[in-house]
T-cell receptor, first 112, second 116 residues
Framework: SAVISQKPSRDICQRGTSLTIQCQVD?????MFWYRQQPGQSLTLIAT?????????ESGFVIDKFPISRPNLTFSTLTVSNMSPEDSSIYLC?????????FGPGTRLTVL | DQQVKQNSPSLSVQEGRISILNCDYT??????FLWYKKYPAEGPTFLIS?????DKNEDGRFTVFLNKSAKHLSLHIVPSQPGDSAVYFC???????????????FGAGTRLAVHP
């Protein structure tokens, strides 16, 4: 299994600002993923981050809005840029190891 | 287009009874199905899975059934315990051959409450 931590656990931000969320895995993993869970909705995949290459974004998500870094096999960051109240969500990172995905505890973001 | 649907947002069950959580999917390309359990302020944790070549998988009190013709799967918990109270997410995946990883599509979740 993999143990995943995220920072911050929650934040309240002003409209127009940006927030960077960090995700740390306790073991080396090839694939890391970033999800968003809007209130009352399912987890939606934002992008897949493979170490050493650019992230692959899902339909409806773009790099300018959600830039992702993956500098090594245990760490990734997701930035939510130029935030608006519609970005208020829980953001979760996950990592795949042995064909199973493990999730971090999530970052609860509120944009005022 | 919601490819994975959990039509019951909530379910209430008495302790000791069976809990049945349902999930429907639309994409026949899905070849692997998973159930995740989520407690408040925690990330989802993997519970049980089933491959499309099977119709049943059992792990202790948890059993998942897959009906491919109906594109339907269900999670049975028996006997239900108060500690099972959580949100349960159904997820479906198919292997992204170009990337070699499993892309998960989640349902909206069902909140299970098990009462003593």
């Amino acid at each position: 299994s993999a143990v995943i931590s995220q920072k911050p656990s929650r934040d309240i931000c002003q409209r127009g600002t940006s927030l960077t969320i960090q995700c740390q895995v306790d073991s080396q993993v090839t694939m890391m993923f970033w999800y968003r869970q809007q209130p009352g909705q399912s987890l939606t995949l934002i992008a897949t981050a493979n170490q050493g290459s650019e992230a692959t974004y899902e339909s409806g998500f773009v790099i300018d809005k959600f830039p992702i870094s993956r500098p090594n096999l245990t760490f990734s960051t997701l930035t939510v840029s130029n935030m608006s109240p519609e970005d208020s969500s829980i953001y979760l990172c996950s990592a795949e190891t042995r064909n199973e995905q493990f999730f971090g505890p999530g970052t609860r973001l509120t944009v005022l | 287009d919601q490819q994975v649907k959990q039509n019951s947002p909530s379910l209430s069950v008495q302790e000791g009874r069976i809990s049945i959580l349902n999930c429907d999917y639309t994409n026949s390309m899905f070849d692997y199905f998973l159930w995740y359990k989520k407690y408040p302020a925690e990330g989802p944790t993997f519970l049980i899975s089933i491959s499309s070549i099977k119709d049943k998988n059992e792990d202790g009190r948890f059993t998942v059934f897959l009906n491919k013709s109906a594109k339907h799967l269900s999670l049975h918990i028996v006997p239900s315990q108060p500690g099972d109270s959580a949100v349960y997410f159904c997820a479906a995946s198919f292997t992204m051959f170009s990337g070699g990883y499993n892309k998960l599509i989640f349902g909206a979740g069902t909140r299970l409450a098990v009462h003593p």
